[in-house]
């Protein structure tokens, strides 16, 4: 009998097939992983330096002796007070300002938790206080900055960068305002305050970025992916900063010898200084993560007086921002002129001036440059004819001589509701409108 032997077909891989498959897949997927971590770190960066930007552009929308104090940085997202300015309390309110708080601290120092400090602008003296300016230096203070936008939206998330680090807010101690709507930080009412920033920002080089010594206003920063410098969004610092102690003798606004020792990058790495104990913050030209020297993967937004010069809101008894403007032009106006007449007036108008309601000045001129006080052109209160008299004219603010016999009483001379005197008649009656 024939045995017959029926082959069966095969199922499944043989092992080098299946070694060949994960090969393959292991290609896919290490390219994948690499694209896929490249679109993270894409996605972060673009995060970063939009709410960089978005932070920095609220804040140039006020007014240069107002700007808010920072926040601590040791107080996490969900905090109470998590981007209150520091010195307010959300349950208590202001009791003593930011002032205080800044003021109890150490020269170049820090609350104990290190979330806000205080650096000192050695021989900068931009109010002429014979007192070295400080920059204030802690978290971006969202909550004042909903306070004065109470129809607008903010998203805690906002405050953070790509990486959940908190971003660094520093500012001119002299152009902050005391949360609790008190005076500004050592400002009169006429003080130039656009001029007082006190912040350098310089790039990798050591070049002022765009023309900027000494005068720039805040910063707005992120410490990057390395997060040196930062605090996380729980409050806890990320990593420290590329610092040593530095000492520095110099000769004071008093002229007299100091020594003062402080925390300073000493080149450990560009982007230290945007954490240590000096006015110098650094804004690269681009990222270098090597790690040398040139390291800075940090994300730096500035302001400075040339680009909120001329106009700012003004501010109402409580501190919070108005929707009025002033000019903070220091010299003259002139519209439709080649060049105003600086000599003279404040606003030179070649044209017709239109007030559609009140328009306020101690005195009006033509254009000969004759000028007349107000009160003589329209008059005091109550000026009158004697009985059996009536008004015939105006001129100066004078009537005396422009009082005349009518014939009738000057009881008799008014209008009919909804309308007023637009002139007088030769016959002393009045014509309205």
Partial sequence: MENITHNQPKNGFTLLEMVIV????????TTSAGYFSQYLEKQRFDITHENVKYAAAILSTYSTDIYPCPSDRSLGVGDPNYGQPVGFDNA????????????????NGCSSTGGYCKIRAINVDKNDDNIDDYIYVGGYPLRFIELNNPNEAFDDAKTLDGYGNQLTYAVSQNMTRYHNGATPDDQSADSPQETWGVITIEDEFGNPTGGIEGDAFYTITSHGKDGAGAFSASG????PCSTSSKSTTFVNLLGL?????RQDDNGAAVDADNCDEDDIFRQALGNYDANSPAHFDDAIEYNVSSSILLWQHTVDSTGKITENMRNLNSGSIG???????HDNYKLDVNGTLRAESYARAKQLCDTTGACKDINNIVGSTGISCPSGKAVTKIINGEISSYCENVGVSPNTHTCNPGKFITSFNADGSVSCN
């Fill in 22 to 29: 994960i090969l393959i897949s292991g290609i896919i997927m």
């Fill in 335 to 341: 519209i439709d002129e080649i060049e105003p007449d």
């Fill in 257 to 261: 010898t100091e020594t003062v020792v």
């Fill in 236 to 239: 806890q610092p990320v990593a």
């Fill in 92 to 107: 208590t309110g202001p009791a003593t300002g930011c002032k205080a708080a800044f003021d109890a601290l150490p020269m």
